[in-house]
């Protein structure tokens, strides 16, 4: 029986605190393996702002979810049902329809809004997972470990932003061109936005970040004392997606 077969059994027999003897016989480095060492991140507090002002100004754009999935090696499988989404967009009234009203901007209900995983302080996806391949980290960034992950969807079930995808066939084949520097994943396993942490890791800006033409995306650390994403949301009004769920958002947006 191989790793995964083995975590697959291991999963859906054991949940919850049943599981937890297993999970700590499971070598420490596999909980730790991806992008920093947490000890270097504990200062540091991920955030993003996106200015939908901004964002509606260019008619059409996909040049974050472009770049997202170029650099992510986001296959097209070519029909909505099994679209593997990172970063998409929705329509205002969708996204924030507790906050849509007959006075809203006219130029808000028009743009389409920039979607992704919100990296919630308290993230309901990480409270069901079965096996850990979900986590999150001291600075915030709410992670995937592909090869842990059993493909039971409970985390996609407990997310209430529909941020997490599955892999309902092989990926590989329908990726358009392949980024060597970033893994692919397989056959019945979850993926979702992770904040480019690979790229984050090398004092790169996430990918959407660097590529909107607009700039209407703005990526930084909140408890830095001059960071300009702390200073944006001190300064402008801001919102969050279903803000009354208390998952604590950190991806806000700009009205
Ligand atoms: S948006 Fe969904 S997938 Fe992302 S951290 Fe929150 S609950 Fe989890
Ligand atoms: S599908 Fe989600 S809940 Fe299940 S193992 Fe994978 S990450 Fe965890």
Known sequence: MDRRSFLKLAGLSFTGLAFQPLAD????????????PTETLALQKWAMAVDLNLCSKKDNCRDCIDACTRIHNIPDFGNPKDEIK???????????????????????????????????????CVKVCPTKATWKREDGIVMMDYHRCIGCRYCMAACP?????????????????????????????????????????????????EACSQKALTFGDIRAPR???????????SIQRRAYLGTEPVVYYLL
């Open 25 to 36: 016989l499971l070598p420490k480095t596999v909980f730790a393996k991806d992008g920093l």
């Open 86 to 124: 990172w970063i998409w967009t929705a329509p205002y009234k969708d996204v924030f329809k507790d906050q849509a009203h007959a006075f809203t901007k006219e130029i808000l209900l028009k743009a389409p809004v920039p979607v992704m995983c919100n990296h919630c302080e308290h993230p309901p």
């Open 161 to 209: 932003y529909g941020a997490r995808s599955f892999n309902w066939r092989n990926p590989r084949p329908f990726i358009k061109s392949i980024n060597e520097g970033f893994p692919t994943r397989t056959k019945g396993v979850v993926e979702k936005c992770n904040f480019c942490e690979e790229r984050l890791a090398k004092g790169l800006m996430p990918a959407c970040v």
């Open 227 to 237: 960071s300009k994403v702390k200073a944006l949301l001190s300064r402008r009004y």
